[in-house]
């Protein structure tokens, strides 16, 4: 079982570029969440995917999109980089909506310059 | 709303000595809660869980964790540390029907020989 799987591993780009990045779930899970962790923080949670509907979402700007293709993987998109969006951004597996268990990935390190 | 208070940012302790990682919670509905740990670029892997149940909850290497409702407590110890411990611990809870994961700001603790 590969767990998660997160690319690339790492990313630079520049302002007001996009952004896309990649998840694969753990095999046998439906759901994909994403978060964000700025340098020193705890992850913020960016939203969560599920039967390829964006089912929650936290408190991140439009520019923040995303999509759950039929084998549950998951992409994040973000538009119009911004410094602030400089951050390790990880993706997380779980079986159903009920969060009694997240599996999460390495993460990608986005760098904004 | 639901948020985490990790009241130690960083926590140095010599190795073989007893740790204690402190989280405290607020919540209006019952929670899960949630150890995880970071080890340097890498993601998140969960440490333990509370779901229901026994109170006390243990995880394969020695952790433990003890549920205080009403002290809306979830801290984290081990008898004795080892230098592998060295890591970031998140304290973080979920509401269980929503699924995602409000995570606190970490705690470093750095294991000294």
């Known amino acids: 079982d590969a767990g998660v799987t997160q690319s690339p591993t790492h990313l630079i780009k520049t302002r007001g570029q996009q952004v896309t990045l990649r998840c694969s779930p753990k095999s046998g899970h439906d759901t994909v969440s994403w978060y964000q962790q700025a340098l020193g923080q705890g992850p913020q949670f960016i939203f969560q995917?599920?039967?390829?509907?964006?089912?929650q979402r936290g408190n991140f700007p439009d520019r923040f999109s995303g999509h759950q293709f039929p084998n549950y993987s998951s992409e994040l998109n973000v538009n119009a980089l911004l410094l602030g969006d400089s951050a390790l951004y990880l993706c997380?597996?779980?079986?159903?909506?009920?969060?009694?268990?997240?599996?999460f990935g390495q993460g990608t390190r986005l760098t904004v310059v | 709303a639901q948020s985490v208070t990790q009241l130690d940012s960083q926590v140095p302790v010599f190795e073989e000595a007893p740790v204690e990682l402190r989280c405290n919670y607020s919540s209006s509905v019952s929670v899960y809660l949630f150890w995880y740990v970071q080890y340097p670029n890498q993601g998140l892997q969960l440490l333990l869980k509370?779901?229901?149940?026994?109170?006390l909850v243990e995880s394969i290497n020695g952790f433990e964790a003890e549920f205080n409702k009403s002290q809306t407590s979830f801290h984290l110890r081990k008898p004795s540390v080892h230098i592998s411990d060295t890591a970031e611990y998140f304290c973080?809870?979920?509401?269980?029907?929503?699924?995602?994961?409000?995570f606190g700001k970490g705690t470093k603790l750095s294991v000294k020989p």
């Open positions: 973080a809870v979920s509401d269980g029907s929503q699924g995602n994961l409000i």
């Open positions: 997380a597996s779980s079986l159903g909506q009920g969060n009694t268990e997240a599996f």
């Open positions: 509370y779901l229901s149940g026994s109170t």
């Open positions: 995917y599920y039967e390829e509907e964006e089912r």
